[in-house]
T-cell receptor, first 114, second 114 residues
Framework: GENVEQHPSTLSVQEGDSAVIKCTYS??????FPWYKQELGKRPQLIID?????GEKKDQRIAVTLNKTAKHFSLHITETQPEDSAVYFC?????????????FGTGTRLTIIP | DAGVTQSPTHLIKTRGQHVTLRCSPI?????VSWYQQVLGQGPQFIFQ???????GRGNFPDRFSARQFPNYSSELNVNALLLGDSALYLC?????????????FGSGTRLTVV
């Protein structure tokens, strides 16, 4: 089955700096890669996603890049703000292959230092 | 529109007991998936139901079962509870079977087994 590794497990950055979180996946058939933000005690919320036919996607301060050959994808947050502090999870899926499940990474606790 | 609603929000059970968790999807969503999130880890897929049929099952023992009702709500049942079943149980709903159709998580049920 799919295996998703995520690094780093914790990340502290100064407010205004950029943060990068990296994930690798094992199943070359995976074609859908969402990122979730989870604040303490709350539900995971989708912040951005990318499909395998696209190499990069941006949404304001957030971007995701995908390298299918190397089987890794990354989340980039620019101009970080205190409200970006949370746990971020990457995930991968073989969407449209009959078993629609997300395989999650182990999470990155991001702390923005004011 | 109401989001994905789960009940109860918190639950304490004793080892060996049985528990039933409930999920109501977003109106118009026909697919419900269940995930287990142990503290400090990413969510792990348990089941997906679509149109009242099981469409996917994760690597969980037979003590875990689920069903979906005609109104698309769902129940997750866990028998013979173990201490290791303590976790946040998340429900996610989507319009169609595929993950990229508005996949949204509920706030979860926090289960503590003592």
């Amino acid at each position: 089955g799919e295996n998703v590794e995520q690094h780093p497990s914790t990340l502290s950055v100064q407010e205004g700096d950029s943060a990068v979180i990296k994930c690798t996946y094992s199943d070359s058939a995976s074609n859908y890669f969402p990122w979730y933000k989870q604040e303490l005690g709350k539900r995971p919320q989708l912040i951005i996603d990318i499909r395998s036919n696209v190499g990069e996607k941006k949404d304001q301060r957030i971007a995701v890049t995908l390298n299918k050959t190397a089987k890794h994808f990354s989340l980039h947050i620019t101009e970080t703000q205190p409200e970006d502090s949370a746990v971020y999870f990457c995930a991968a899926s073989r969407s449209n292959f009959g078993n629609e499940k997300l395989t999650f990474g182990t999470g990155t606790r991001l702390t923005i230092i004011p | 529109d109401a989001g994905v609603t789960q009940s109860p929000t918190h639950l304490i059970k004793t080892r060996g007991q049985h528990v039933t968790l409930r999920c109501s999807p977003i109106s118009g969503h026909k697919s419900v998936s269940w995930y287990q999130q142990v503290l400090g880890q990413g969510p792990q897929f348990i089941f997906q139901y679509y149109e009242k049929e099981e469409r996917g099952r994760g690597n969980f023992p037979d003590r875990f079962s689920a069903r979906q009702f005609p109104n698309y709500s769902s129940e997750l049942n866990v028998n013979a509870l173990l201490l290791g079943d303590s976790a946040l149980y998340l429900c996610a709903s989507s319009k169609g079977r595929q993950l990229n159709y508005g996949y949204t998580f509920g706030s979860g049920t926090r289960l503590t087994v003592v």
